[in-house]
């Protein structure tokens, strides 16, 4: 099966410009995930959706970033204005579904990430 | 809050050897615990999930132990080979209603030739 396809694959920006992030889930995925993962340190969530509604959203600078997935499939992470702190990997990630829990052989699927250099 | 830390950061063996990475998490009352694989560019890789209940996970050469209440989890690689050069990450699932994951920085390990 196709993987959790991300674009772009790089981004270098300047700070106060704005960017978007694309991610198009393994299909018939209706858990949606965004991680940032800062340069030597694990990833963290910023966002969880299941189909086009959003779950968690705790960790989400929702004063810049904002994100959406409509129509439960692609989904895209924007940052606006983006900070030299925004600097790191953005990695989408997508699961079966949330109500089967977290099984070895459904588990997450990452995609390559985005690597955004604020500038 | 929950805390992962993963020792050593960075680990460079010979190949051939045996070698143990180590996970430990500060809040026992976990759901679950995985194992990822990230190589240099690419996403996360799924290695081994070993659920609250179990005590390890076996996988070919990898064997993930769990020991929820002294809040540890260990990855075992037999026979390491240069392929298995990566950073290995251990991440933690609070509780069944929760799928927010907490993760470790990462061991980056190094098999020489």
Do not use: M
């Not at chain 1, 499939?73 to 997508?94: F, G, H, N, R």
């Not at chain 2, 045996?18 to 890789?45: E, H, M």
């Amino acid at each position: 099966e196709a993987g959790v396809a991300q674009s772009p694959r790089y981004k270098i920006i300047e700070k106060r410009q704005s960017v978007a992030f694309w991610c198009n889930p393994i299909s018939g995925h209706a858990t949606l995930y965004w991680y940032q993962q800062i340069l030597g340190q694990g990833p963290k969530l910023l966002i969880q959706f299941q189909n086009n509604g959003v779950v968690d959203d705790s960790q989400l600078p929702k004063d810049r970033f904002s994100a959406e997935r409509l129509k439960g499939v692609d989904s895209t992470l924007k940052i606006q204005p983006a900070k030299l702190e925004d600097s790191a990997v953005y990695l989408c990630a997508s699961s079966l579904d949330l109500g089967t829990g977290w099984r070895e052989d459904y588990g997450y699927t990452f995609g390559s990430g985005t690597r955004l250099t604020v500038v | 809050k929950q805390e992962v830390t993963q020792i050593p950061a960075a680990l460079s063996v010979p190949e051939g050897e045996n070698l143990v990475l180590n996970c430990s998490f500060t809040d026992s009352a976990i759901y679950n615990l995985q194992w990822f694989r990230q190589d240099p560019g690419k996403g996360l890789t799924s290695l081994l999930l070993i659920q609250s209940s179990q005590r390890e996970q076996t996988s070919g050469r990898l064997n993930a132990s769990l020991d929820k209440s002294s809040g540890r989890s260990t990855l075992y690689i037999a026979a390491s080979q240069p392929g298995d050069s990566a950073t290995y990450l251990c991440a933690v699932r609070p509780g069944a209603g929760s799928y927010q994951l907490t993760f470790g920085k990462g061991t980056k390990l190094s098999v020489i030739p």
